[in-house]
């Protein structure tokens, strides 16, 4: 061949290729090396997802299986320790109190009229072994009863008394009972019928967890609105309700006398949090966090099923499998000037109890941190898939994210389906704390793609790690890779006002 048939050739192939990379997004990868990140997260989540880590739950012989596997992968990928603690290299202990309900009596009674409430129609929970508890008249504990609890009551109202409470509208009838908990004796929620009563006893049946640290041991009942106004008399109990509703309403001590008792299961154990960190060549100049939650359900699948491990794949084998390949790939190149920490987190599916422990003790201080990306339920949607954006609208970051989403070829999926989701990952935890938190998945994209995990694999045996889809994985993989180089970049990012590195 003739050397202008070679330049003539290689010339026609650089326009070929110039063509293919101005017609692929930018910051996208070659096949092959897609193929190889999909391989690595593959590789991880059969690991995690194995029927040998047996669900992941806190507490058991797959809690510590999965944390040996996790620091194993930390130490390959070249993370040092992001405790801040020489005697704790990777893991940050969270000490956790599981409580089983066993029994509960109920008893009103109002003069001559005394009731020993059926199960049907009330429920008594404890987080001690055994709780006993009465007031009323001739008791010294006053029953106060405080309406729906929305307006504001002085603490002197309510310290040690028994508080009857109108149980608010929603999926958490008894929300507004929490403040009141750490102060009254007993705080007694009285919700509109047996369906709602049974729908609560169906959500509380089991193991319940809670930070040791946060833990407040008030004993709290839940009646039925006729069970009390067949105690109180119909039309005394409609006026008092009414009485709540007017403006100037403040609470009121009621003649009625409240017996309880309760019993339950209880054990006390320590879980941990993992934290590895890539070390930053500006000290001072602020951190970006990765998170992921490590924790699953355990056994969670009908008594007499075949198949009774909930494996946890996509919930959240697949963010701990992009969080490793994210370190890995973060090693890579140019150290950042920034300190860009990993938290495996534990207790996710307790309440977010092990993120909150981050909080409560943070290796650096929350005001530090820039940014942070919570991974969770990565492995759903085909490549291409609109990004879910959860935390959009909250934070310095939606300038830089949009711009990298765009930059990818990509589009911000359903807002009012990521807005559903705000309260329920551990991102929200570091939100309400101050510090700039997202969670980007295509996963939470569309009803299309989200929907059907929900209704048939979501909290079941059915997540394994045969049933997952690695396309969005990946390009949200890619996509968290660009925007934690740009924030742990002290010249491409600023620390916005407020937040101090």
């Known amino acids: 061949m003739s050397a202008l048939r070679i330049r003539l050739l290689v010339t026609l192939l650089a326009s070929l290729m110039l063509a293919a990379c101005a017609r692929a997004p930018l910051g996208s990868v070659p096949a092959p090396e897609r193929s190889a990140i999909a391989a690595r997260l593959s590789a991880d989540i059969a690991v995690l997802a194995s029927d040998d880590f047996a669900g992941r739950r806190p507490g058991t012989p797959g809690e510590e299986k999965t944390l040996a596997y996790l620091e194993q992968r930390f130490g390959e990928v070249g993370l040092l320790s992001g405790t801040g603690d020489p005697g704790s290299y990777w893991r940050m202990p969270v000490d956790l109190v599981a409580v089983r309900p066993l029994s509960g009596k109920l008893i009103l009674a109002r003069g001559r009229t005394a009731l020993v409430v059926p199960e049907a129609e009330g429920v008594v929970y404890t987080r001690r072994r055994r709780a006993l508890a009465a007031g009323g008249p001739a008791t010294g504990v006053p029953v106060v009863f405080v309406g729906r609890g929305e307006g504001p009551v002085a603490p002197e109202t309510v310290a040690g008394a028994m508080v009857v409470l109108l149980g608010a509208e929603g999926r958490e009838p008894s929300r507004m009972a929490d403040p009141y908990r750490d102060r009254a004796t007993a705080v007694i929620t009285v919700l509109p019928d047996a369906a709602a009563l049974a729908e609560l006893r169906a959500a509380r049946e089991g193991e319940s967890v809670q930070l040791a640290s946060e833990e407040v041991d008030t004993l709290t009942a839940y009646v039925t609105d006729s069970a009390l106004a067949q105690v109180l008399g ?34 006390q154990f320590t879980s941990s949090n993992l934290i590895g960190m890539i070390p930053g060549r500006l000290p001072g100049s602020g951190a970006v966090l990765v998170l992921a939650h490590w924790d699953h359900l355990g056994e969670c699948g009908a008594a007499d099923a075949t198949q009774r491990i909930c494996h946890g794949a996509v919930d959240n084998a697949s963010g701990l499998a992009v969080l490793l390949e994210l370190a890995r790939r973060l090693k890579t190149g140019r150290p950042p000037d920034r300190d860009i920490y990993f938290l495996a987190s534990t207790a996710e599916e307790a309440g977010l109890l092990g993120v909150r422990a981050f909080a409560k003790a943070p290796p650096v201080p929350l005001s530090s941190i820039l940014a942070a990306f919570n991974l969770d339920m990565l492995a759903l949607a085909p490549k291409g898939s609109p990004v879910g954006f959860i935390g959009e609208g909250r934070t310095p970051l939606d300038t830089v994210i949009r711009a990298e989403i765009a930059r990818s070829g990509r589009s911000i999926g359903d807002k009012a389906l990521a807005e559903r989701f705000l309260a329920r990952q551990d991102g929200w935890v570091l939100l309400e704390r101050g510090v700039p938190a997202v969670l980007l998945s295509s996963a939470f994209g569309s009803e299309a793609v989200l929907q059907p995990f929900l209704a048939h694999r979501y909290h079941r045996p059915a997540d394994m790690a045969g049933t997952i889809e690695l396309g969005g994985a990946v390009d949200d993989l890619l996509l968290h890779e660009r925007l934690v180089r740009i924030l742990a970049d002290a010249a491409r990012y600023s620390a916005p006002a407020g937040l101090r590195p």
Do not use: G, V
């Open 234 to 267: 119909k039309a005394n109990w409609e006026r008092l309700k009414a009485r709540s509703d007017e403006p100037d309403f403040t609470p009121i001590e009621i003649q009625l006398a409240i017996s309880i008792e309760a019993t339950a299961e209880r054990h």
